[in-house]
């Protein structure tokens, strides 16, 4: 390490030297990837041969494709959906986890077990559990009708879905958990004194408490609604037709299936910038930017 | 949170606990019976004839060779978070240099950065550099993914430690080595275990890189394993999800044992 500056006060400093490792490993495996997506954008690579530029050729294809803007609309559906499902129950699962009662931190301990499964563990499980002939549709045909929930357009989005909710909930969960953990119990003594019920206080002192939690949590489930992949490869394939083909997925059949490395990353580029925007969107949206802590509104 | 029972709170959690419970009932139960067995009775009966041989087949079948490449990315994934991000998270807390700033801001960038934006440049360039198919591969991406997150908890967790004790080690002329040894490091203890535990859960749990970084069997990794035996052997359900349980057994195991760290850890990423 280099040696330390010294400060006013005499106490001694770290350099640059302790941030250099870390940054450098990051720019080589993080940052460079995400410069040379744009440059491939504009080139033509099979993956064997050297890529070679061909100017704006993948994005105007790109802009013809009618699957890529089909699948732009479905990602951003099953974001939406995934965000309007995933905020009550997580949000509910967690302030109800964040209670000190005894039988709640043992339920707790199973309710958060999804946690543990990869998203592929989590696909392959659902994958058999729903399995029209010899999964459970097929035993309890009273509630699933015909029980092929994969074979519609409707049906194979409500699976991705729910498989959302299961697979994120608990994540969530706890971040509303901490969240809700970190209200000062003063205010709801004091609306309790008020004479104000379980229903009124989440309500009136909850909510707008968890604010900032709302939003951290909203982030994150949008930029995993985004880039959904492994559900839908492992659960759909991007079915029935082309229905459920959302643009992660899209990108790797581009890339790592017809072997068109430019297309996909053109892909990955809208992918990125997508993203961002909708991150920011929520940001600017909700007001983020201008909180200063937690603390506001005590 | 107060006194008297919650009745609608209490509905609630029970139709959680049954969303949660039944898939993980039918996926224990279909690892001990037969597949002629799962087939013929359906998932939600207990079975006809208990039997282990699913696990012993996946066992013979390669799991272990699986579980081991899962468990060296895991520990090196491990390893190189915690080599890299406490000297970063000092430096950004504790420096007074304008490049550590800039350090700082490009890893928030980063937040935003999904992994699936760059398969394609990662595939170019671990090809490029000789590491495709090769677990070293595999690791250095996971890793780099890993890090703004884990730089992000941590300083946070660095950021506790109040200025009066850098002052007291000061006086003693302490180097910002000692401080980090003696100071830091032990003072940041619950961001430390954060970050271990989100790094591990990343590593164990990751799919996209060693899908389109590895082919080879003897690079295979758990979730690809649970992948290609779902895409080739699919019909065999209970040794298919054999292989699940035995995937997530060491984790269930670290569970059991240490819930409040891993939970503690878990929330201390999403409070940040």
């Given at each position: 390490?280099?040696?330390?500056?010294?400060?006013?006060?005499?106490?001694?400093?770290?350099?640059?030297?302790?941030?250099?490792?870390a940054?450098?490993?990051?720019?080589?495996?993080?940052?460079?990837?995400?410069?040379?997506?744009?440059?491939?954008?504009?080139?033509?690579?099979?993956?064997?041969?050297?890529?070679?530029f061909?100017?704006?050729?993948?994005?105007?294809?790109?802009?013809h494709d009618?699957?890529m803007?089909?699948?732009?609309?479905?990602?951003?559906?099953l974001?939406?959906?995934?965000?309007?499902t995933?905020?009550?129950?997580?949000?509910?699962?967690?302030?109800?986890?964040?209670?000190?009662?005894?039988?709640?931190?043992?339920?707790?301990?199973?309710?958060?077990?999804?946690l543990?499964?990869?998203?592929?563990?989590?696909?392959?499980?659902?994958?058999?559990?729903?399995?029209?002939?010899?999964?459970?549709?097929?035993?309890?045909?009273?509630?699933?009708?015909?029980?092929?929930?994969?074979?519609?357009?409707?049906?194979?989005?409500?699976?991705?879905?729910?498989?959302?909710?299961?697979?994120?909930?608990?994540?969530?969960?706890?971040?509303?958990q901490?969240?809700?953990?970190?209200?000062?119990?003063?205010?709801?003594?004091?609306?309790a004194?008020?004479?104000?019920?379980?229903?009124?206080?989440?309500?009136?002192?909850?909510?707008?408490?968890?604010?900032n939690?709302v939003?951290?949590?909203?982030?994150l489930?949008?930029?995993?609604?985004?880039?959904?992949?492994?559900?839908?490869?492992?659960?759909?394939?991007?079915?029935p037709?082309?229905?459920?083909?959302?643009?992660?997925?899209?990108?790797?059949?581009?890339?790592?299936?017809?072997?068109?490395?430019?297309?996909?990353?053109?892909i990955?580029?809208?992918?990125?910038?997508?993203?961002?925007?909708?991150?920011?969107?929520?940001?600017?949206?909700s007001?983020?930017?201008?909180?200063?802590?937690?603390?506001?509104?005590? | 949170?107060?006194?008297?029972?919650?009745?609608?709170?209490?509905?609630?959690s029970?139709?959680?606990?049954?969303?949660?419970?039944?898939?993980?009932?039918?996926?224990?139960?279909?690892?001990?019976r037969?597949?002629?067995?799962?087939?013929?009775?359906?998932?939600?009966?207990?079975?006809?004839?208990?039997?282990?041989?699913?696990?012993?087949t996946?066992?013979?079948?390669?799991?272990?060779?699986?579980?081991?490449?899962?468990?060296?990315?895991?520990?090196?994934?491990?390893?190189?978070?915690?080599l890299?991000?406490?000297?970063?998270?000092?430096?950004?807390?504790?420096?007074?240099?304008?490049?550590?700033?800039?350090?700082?801001?490009l890893?928030?960038?980063g937040?935003a950065i999904?992994?699936?934006?760059?398969?394609?440049?990662?595939?170019?360039?671990?090809?490029k550099?000789?590491?495709y198919?090769?677990?070293?591969?595999?690791?250095?991406?996971?890793?780099?993914?890993?890090l703004?997150?884990?730089?992000?908890?941590?300083?946070?967790?660095?950021?506790?430690i109040?200025?009066?004790?850098?002052?007291a080690m000061?006086?003693?002329?302490?180097?910002?080595?000692?401080?980090?040894?003696?100071?830091?490091?032990?003072l940041?203890?619950?961001?430390?275990?954060?970050?271990?535990?989100?790094?591990?859960?990343q590593?164990?749990?990751?799919?996209?890189?060693?899908?389109?970084?590895t082919?080879?069997?003897s690079?295979?990794?758990?979730?690809?394993?649970?992948?290609?035996?779902?895409?080739?052997?699919?019909?065999?359900?209970?040794g298919?999800?054999?292989?699940?349980?035995?995937?997530?057994?060491p984790?269930?195991?670290?569970y059991?044992?240490?819930?409040?760290?891993?939970?503690?850890?878990?929330?201390g990423?999403?409070?940040?």
């Open positions: 390490m280099t040696r330390a500056p010294k400060s006013a006060a005499g106490v001694a400093r770290p350099g640059f030297a302790w941030a250099a490792p940054a450098v490993f990051f720019l080589l495996f993080a940052m460079a990837p995400l410069v040379l997506v744009a440059v491939l954008s504009f080139a033509n690579w099979d993956g064997i041969t050297e890529p070679h061909n100017g704006l050729d993948n994005w105007v294809a790109l802009i009618p699957v803007s089909q699948s732009v609309w479905t990602t951003l559906l974001t939406a959906l995934g965000v309007l995933q905020t009550p129950v997580s949000l509910l699962l967690g302030v109800w986890a964040a209670g000190h009662q005894r039988n709640r931190a043992v339920l707790s301990a199973v309710y958060f077990v999804p543990l499964l990869s998203a592929t563990a989590v696909s392959v499980v659902w994958r058999a559990v729903l399995d029209p002939n010899f999964g459970v549709p097929a035993q309890l045909t009273w509630l699933f009708g015909d029980g092929n929930l994969l074979g519609s357009r409707s049906g194979a989005l409500a699976v991705l879905t729910f498989v959302g909710v299961w697979q994120f909930t608990p994540l969530h969960a706890l971040i509303y901490g969240g809700a953990r970190a209200i000062p119990q003063v205010l709801y003594q004091a609306a004194v008020d004479g104000a019920g379980t229903v009124r206080q989440f309500i009136h002192i909850t909510l707008p408490q968890l604010r939690t939003i951290t949590s909203m982030v489930m949008v930029v995993g609604g985004l880039t959904t992949f492994d559900t839908v490869l492992i659960l759909t394939q991007g079915g037709g082309t229905d459920t083909t959302v643009s992660a997925f899209y990108m790797y059949q581009k890339g790592f299936k017809s072997y068109d490395f430019g297309a996909a990353s053109a990955a580029l809208v992918l990125v910038v997508v993203a961002t925007l909708v991150s920011l969107a929520v940001v600017k949206f007001g983020y930017d201008r909180m200063r802590g937690t603390a506001e509104g005590l | 949170m107060r006194g008297r029972p919650n009745y609608l709170a209490g509905f609630g029970l139709i959680w606990l049954l969303l949660v419970g039944l898939p993980l009932y039918v996926l224990l139960l279909a690892t001990l037969t597949r002629a067995d799962y087939s013929t009775e359906g998932p939600l009966g207990l079975p006809a004839q208990w039997t282990l041989r699913n696990y012993l996946d066992l013979s079948n390669g799991f272990g060779r699986d579980f081991l490449n899962t468990l060296t990315v895991t520990a090196s994934v491990v390893a190189i978070v915690l890299v991000v406490p000297p970063l998270a000092y430096a950004i807390v504790r420096a007074r240099g304008r490049a550590t700033g800039w350090v700082f801001r890893f928030l960038l937040l999904p992994a699936q934006a760059v398969i394609v440049p990662m595939f170019y360039l671990i090809s550099a000789g590491l198919d090769h677990l070293i591969g595999v690791i250095l991406p996971t890793a780099a993914f890993c703004p997150v884990c730089t992000l908890v941590l300083t946070g967790a660095m950021r506790d109040s200025p009066e004790l850098y002052e000061a006086m003693d002329g302490a180097s910002p080595g000692r401080v980090f040894r003696q100071l830091v490091l032990p940041s203890k619950g961001g430390l275990s954060s970050i271990v535990v989100f790094a591990a859960l590593a164990w749990n990751g799919f996209l890189f060693p899908l389109i970084l082919q080879s069997d690079t295979k990794v758990i979730t690809l394993g649970l992948y290609e035996f779902q895409t080739e052997h699919g019909a065999d359900v209970p298919l999800l054999s292989a699940v349980v035995l995937s997530m057994l984790i269930l195991v670290v059991l044992f240490a819930r409040r760290a891993l939970v503690q850890g878990l929330m990423v999403g409070g940040k």
